[in-house]
């Protein structure tokens, strides 16, 4: 462990916080006895894995980025007292971060976060007779999150994060609070059980095997 910068004369806990920022371990110790001049330290201490985790969750255009922000923060400042060290304060930041946004996504629609933007609007229009591409479009999206919807939330959801957001295990598991080889096997099961549902439904079955041909050419 590094040793601590001194402190300068004059300058202890809640005198001057941001000029002198104090150790990690100083700082939620402060908290834990109630000092109410460490809260704004510690926000001001976090903020930026915050924001970094928010962003790379969610991405930097998501339109509820910065009330997540916020939700987070007050979620760390409430949950501070729980922090036992195991792991550096990043880390800890960052984990209850991404569970506090994982929290915050499930409660959105699940066809939110899918798109069909790799489906050629000829196959579209030829599911219906009318050959409307956007009515097309919004009823395969919808037959596909009934599927995930059967599957399941737990499985569901490890798939949209990793196959659709791209999330990795390790990250899945910090978000959904799951070990790492839970979250791997929740992940499979959750494709493999989606792929059997869609493979049994004509509609959408039909729909994948024109594409494969197409993009066999």
């Known amino acids: 462990m590094a040793p601590r910068s001194p402190r300068r004369p004059g300058r202890g806990p809640g005198r001057d916080a941001e000029a002198t920022p104090l150790a990690d371990d100083d700082l939620i110790a402060e908290i834990r006895r109630g000092n109410p001049a460490m809260a704004d330290a510690f926000c001001r201490r976090v903020l930026p894995i915050v924001d970094r985790t928010v962003r790379r969750l969610l991405g930097a255009d998501d339109s509820e980025r910065e009330d997540l922000t916020q939700v987070a923060i007050t979620e760390l400042v409430r949950a501070v007292g729980s922090f036992r060290a195991e792991s550096s304060l990043d880390t800890w930041v960052s984990a209850v971060t991404a569970h506090v946004i994982y929290k915050q996504i499930r409660r959105r629609p ?103 041909r197409m993009r066999a050419r």
Request: charged share 25%; hydrophobic share 50%.
């Open 110 to 212: 699940l066809s939110r976060h899918l798109a069909l933007d790799g489906l050629p609007d000829s196959l579209l229009a030829a599911r219906r007779s009318t050959g409307d591409v956007t009515v097309a479009a919004r009823e395969v999206l919808a037959r596909i999150v009934r599927h995930l919807d059967a599957i399941g939330s737990k499985l569901a959801w490890a798939f949209v994060l990793h196959d659709v957001f791209g999330h990795g295990i390790e990250e899945i598991a910090r978000m959904t609070g799951v070990s790492a080889s839970a979250a791997q096997s929740r992940v499979v099961r959750g494709r493999r059980r989606l792929h059997q549902r869609i493979a049994a439904d004509p509609e959408l079955a039909d729909l994948f095997v024109d594409l494969e």
